[in-house]
């Protein structure tokens, strides 16, 4: 079974230009999230999505980051313009949606490393 | 508020013995914990999970121990091996189908 892919793996800008990631989920996961990971961090949750709706955006700075996932499979993460803060690992994971209250395991590509010098 | 946490920052351990590493939760309405393994350059990978009705939960070699008393939550690792060095996070699920992560152990094995 193929994993969580992610492109790019590095992405050097410098403040105030613009970056787009990209992700697509494991076949079947309905539940998409971005986290971003800033160096000797936790994982801190931006957004995530159940098929192509929103779930929770509650942590994404909505004046430069936006996300979207177009027919409930890919989904895109764009930074404008970016900060010096916005280095940081973004890391895309899908999910299976059970039942009950809980998502389950969640599933990690390996990050996409983002650069703002 | 939500937060995960953990105890020690960084766990150095001998190789063969056992491992503990630690993690405090104050979210008391969470119901689903999860342990996660990152290794550097990687995204981080599922260890083992357990729901809020268990308190004790086994899987190979890794045993994971909830006490909801005083919101604490524990990974055990037997017999730990250099390839078990990495960054170990514990994760809450909260009402909302929202996992939040704790800051993570840096988990040292010396040969």
């Known amino acids: 079974e193929a994993g969580v892919a992610q492109s790019p793996r590095y992405k050097i800008i410098e403040k105030r230009q613009s970056v787009a990631f990209w992700c697509n989920p494991i076949s079947g996961h309905a539940t998409l999230y971005w986290y971003q990971q800033i160096l000797g961090q936790g994982p801190k949750l931006l957004i995530q999505f159940q098929n192509n709706g929103v779930v929770d955006d509650s942590q994404l700075p909505k004046d430069r980051f936006s996300a979207e996932r177009l027919k409930g499979v890919d989904s895109t993460l764009k930074i404008q313009p970016a900060k010096l803060e916005d280095s940081a690992v973004y890391l895309c994971?899908?999910?299976?949606?059970?039942?009950?209250?809980?998502?389950?395991?969640?599933?990690f590509g390996e990050g996409s490393r983002l650069t703002v010098l | 508020g939500e937060s995960v946490g953990l105890h020690l920052p960084t766990l150095s351990v001998q190789e063969g013995d056992n491992s503990i590493i630690n993690c405090a939760y104050s979210n008391s309405a969470s119901d689903y914990f999860i342990w996660y393994k990152q290794e550097s350059g990687k995204g981080p990978q599922f260890i083992i999970d357990i729901r809020s009705n268990m308190d004790k939960r086994q899987g190979q070699r890794v045993t994971v121990l909830l006490n909801k008393t005083v919101k604490h939550l524990s990974l055990q690792i037997a017999a730990t091996q250099p390839g078990d060095s990495a960054v170990y996070f514990c994760a809450e699920n909260t009402g909302g189908f929202k996992t939040i992560f704790g800051a993570g152990t840096r988990l040292f094995v010396k040969a």
């Open positions: 994971a899908s999910s299976q949606r059970r039942g009950g209250s809980h998502t389950g395991e969640l599933f």
